[in-house]
């Protein structure tokens, strides 16, 4: 039986996240019959190439997902709030790259590798937080192996990870150093450039950002272990694209660094660097789909612990790439 191929819409095309999404699908075997590029009244009519044709930008409004099949959303929290349940009116499925729907009862939460299966049980999906799809898909190759007992997590963040302005901050403010002249900070509380932040989003009641909450909560959500004993100290570095993390792990029980290495190897998505001198670095994952770990090796503080370090491009996997995945997931 021929199915037909489907409208596809992106919400918030013209953003950083919104443009790796076009090219993530342009890139895929997806078939689609539409692409639709919504954005705010000021991009609208902006035009843009896809597949050998232009696509026009449209402004987003409560009536543009007539005849929308499927909705990917690279908005913030609060419009996708907003838009989210009237495309699924409008009869789309929405995979929401914000994090106003991750944590909601009855929302999957969906990292590709991980649990694909659970799409179909939503109108609405949810796409993690950047720097929980790179962990999770790790955490979930290995805790098959031996289970999980508690892990440990410091993020290195790229300033893309904060949007266009922080990009440019960090530019300009490179810039203004090296020819000596002042600057204010605008899209950082403090000075990026030269400068580690170890602070992103807001701080909470008990010292953890809101970003160190994402990572735990989210991470038990997906990995289905609610009472999984997880921390994390989530850092803003100069850095222009891809997330790094440090991640300590703990198990139940024996775990050698060649079986860890074997697993992940054979675990999709995942690029293995095994050898202790050879490690992924920001700079040389960018552009790149997989999720890249090395340094991985014992912790002889505990009985059964292992050190990596985690490295992945933050607007592909960890946002773009992982939607068009579920995407993909949901057609079928």
Not at 14 to 29: N, P, R
Not at 122 to 142: D, E, Y
Not at 168 to 190: C, K, V, Y
């Amino acid at each position: 039986m021929n199915q037909k191929k489907p409208v596809i819409t992106i919400v918030g095309a013209t953003g950083l996240v919104g443009q790796e999404m076009m090219a993530c699908l342009e890139s895929s075997t997806i078939q689609l019959s539409e692409l639709r590029l919504l954005a705010s009244s000021d991009s609208a009519g902006e035009l843009y190439k896809f597949r050998g044709d232009e696509v026009q930008v449209r402004e987003l409004t409560e009536q543009a997902f007539a005849g929308c099949d499927y909705a990917l959303f690279a908005t913030s929290a609060e419009l996708s709030a907003k838009f989210a349940p009237l495309a699924v009116a409008a009869g789309a499925i929405v995979i929401d790259n914000s994090s106003h729907f991750r944590m909601q009862e009855g929302v999957p939460l969906i990292v590709a590798e991980v649990n694909s299966e659970a799409v179909g049980k939503n109108k609405i999906i949810a796409n993690p937080n950047c720097s929980t799809i790179q962990l999770v898909a790790v955490l979930s190759a290995l805790h098959k192996k031996a289970a999980l007992k508690r892990v440990v997590v410091s993020t290195y963040q790229s300033v893309s990870g904060a949007g266009k302005e922080a990009l440019d901050e960090l530019w300009s403010q490179t810039l203004s150093i090296f020819n000596q002249r002042d600057f204010t900070p605008e899209a950082f509380a403090h000075q990026i450039a030269f400068n580690c932040i170890p602070q992103i989003d807001l701080i909470c009641d008990d010292g953890y950002t809101k970003e160190e909450f994402k990572i735990i909560n989210e991470s038990r959500k997906i990995l289905q272990l609610p009472n999984l004993r997880i921390t994390a100290t989530a850092v803003r570095v100069p850095v222009l694209h891809s997330h790094a993390e440090s991640v300590n792990i703990e198990f139940e029980s024996a775990l050698s660094v060649n079986d860890a290495v074997a697993t992940l190897t054979a675990s999709p998505g995942i690029s293995v660097y095994p050898d202790w001198t050879d490690y992924p670095m920001q700079l040389a994952v960018t552009g790149t789909d997989e999720i890249h770990v090395g340094r991985i090796r014992r912790d002889d503080s505990v009985e059964f612990g292992l050190n990596l370090w985690i490295v992945a491009d933050n607007l592909r996997k960890g946002a773009a790439l992982n939607a068009v995945q579920i995407l993909a997931a949901c057609i079928g």
